[in-house]
């Protein structure tokens, strides 16, 4: 299933970005959804997950309260609302469908399928 982030940008600290994920030729309604992170030189950090149904949903400590993960099942999209933004917060955003897991999950080994990723740049 082909996923495709959109959304990406420059953006000044305390800025937003929402990004949107669509899953193209199958439904992703059954599984659990991800979004990780890679800034230059660093590993993939996972960032936000939320169950098939979008009933439950976890974050990293680093984005909890300033991110909001949500899924649309209807329009096989999944997003992340980014408030409140620091430098740190720059990174290549990716979204990630969990290998038949129907709750959240924080592990990059459990996702089976990835997008191309989004560029998110914090500026001072």
């Known amino acids: 299933v082909p996923l495709t982030e959109t959304g990406g940008g420059t953006v000044q600290i305390g800025g937003s970005l929402r990004l949107a994920c669509v899953a193209k030729?199958?439904?992703?309604?059954?599984?659990?959804m991800g979004w990780f992170r890679q800034a230059p030189g660093r590993e993939r950090e996972f960032v936000a997950s939320?169950?098939?149904?979008?009933?439950?949903?976890v974050y990293s400590a680093s984005v909890k309260g300033r991110f909001t993960m949500s899924r649309d099942n209807a329009k096989n999209m999944v997003f992340l609302q980014m408030n409140s933004l620091k430098v740190e917060d720059t990174a290549a955003y990716y979204c990630?469908?969990?290998?038949?897991?129907?709750?959240?999950?924080?592990?990059?080994?459990?996702?089976?399928?990835w997008g191309q990723g989004t560029q998110v740049i914090v500026s001072p």
């Open positions: 990630a469908q969990a290998d038949g897991y129907k709750g959240p999950v924080r592990e990059p080994g459990a996702y089976i399928n």
């Open positions: 030729g199958r439904t992703i309604e059954d599984v659990a």
């Open positions: 939320t169950s098939y149904g979008g009933a439950s949903t």
